[in-house]
């Protein structure tokens, strides 16, 4: 087995073990707050209407969707603990960390910070209706699939099959 089938056989492994547990904290999430579900089946059957078939060219037009992954991703990142390791000395809560220090970014803390979100305990898709923050790595209050050079790989494949997974459950059962 050449080095790019290993690769290939190794992100898509990666990819559908972390989409499996989105989708369950999702659908989780979702049976705790039948408002929310009850919206975003709406949503989806609204979209999909008298079509048997979710195809994943249609999933860009359900716009509530994108925010119940969001706001699932920020109570359950995918992974919770992202290792990393200092370039330059700095300085963080009082502490100089020199360089070369490994630090682990606490993701799932993050997404719990009531400095950064209101109510951060509760689930509530709205809260990125009107916001600009999005999980490629470019707001560290953010970070589901971590930052910069070193983000997930398998991101789009993932979100890819939360999506279908999530609209397909949706639209045929209640």
Request: net charge negative.
């Given at each position: 087995?050449?080095?790019?089938?290993?690769?290939?056989?190794?992100?898509?492994?990666?990819?559908?073990?972390?989409?499996?547990?989105?989708?369950?904290?999702?659908?989780?999430?979702?049976?705790?707050?039948?408002?929310?579900?009850?919206?975003?089946?709406?949503?989806?059957?609204?979209?999909?209407?008298?079509?048997?078939?979710?195809?994943?060219?249609?999933?860009?037009?359900?716009?509530?969707?994108s925010l119940v992954i969001n706001e699932t991703l920020r109570l359950h990142?995918?992974?919770?603990?992202?290792?990393?390791?200092?370039?330059?000395?700095?300085?963080?809560?009082?502490?100089?960390?020199?360089?070369?220090?490994?630090?682990?970014?606490?993701?799932?803390?993050?997404?719990?910070?009531?400095?950064?979100?209101?109510?951060?305990?509760?689930?509530?898709?709205?809260?990125?209706?009107?916001s600009s923050i999005d999980f490629k790595g470019t707001y560290f209050e953010?970070?589901?699939?971590?930052?910069?050079?070193?983000?997930?790989?398998?991101?789009?494949?993932?979100?890819?099959?939360?999506?279908?997974?999530?609209?397909?459950?949706?639209?045929?059962?209640?």
């Amino acid at each position: 087995m050449d080095i790019g089938s290993f690769m290939s056989k190794d992100m898509f492994a990666a990819g559908t073990d972390t989409a499996s547990v989105i989708i369950e904290w999702a659908m989780f999430e979702l049976m705790l707050n039948p408002r929310v579900m009850h919206k975003l089946q709406g949503e989806i059957r609204r979209v999909f209407q008298g079509k048997k078939k979710v195809y994943e060219s249609d999933i860009e037009d359900l716009e509530y969707l994108s925010l119940v992954i969001n706001e699932t991703l920020r109570l359950h990142p995918p992974i919770p603990l992202i290792p990393r390791e200092c370039r330059e000395k700095c300085e963080i809560g009082g502490y100089n960390i020199p360089v070369n220090t490994k630090i682990t970014i606490n993701i799932w803390k993050i997404g719990r910070d009531p400095d950064y979100w209101n109510n951060p305990e509760s689930f509530i898709p709205e809260r990125f209706s009107e916001s600009s923050i999005d999980f490629k790595g470019t707001y560290f209050e953010y970070l589901p699939f971590g930052a910069g050079r070193r983000i997930c790989p398998g991101l789009t494949m993932g979100l890819a099959i939360v999506e279908l997974v999530l609209t397909r459950l949706l639209y045929h059962f209640n």
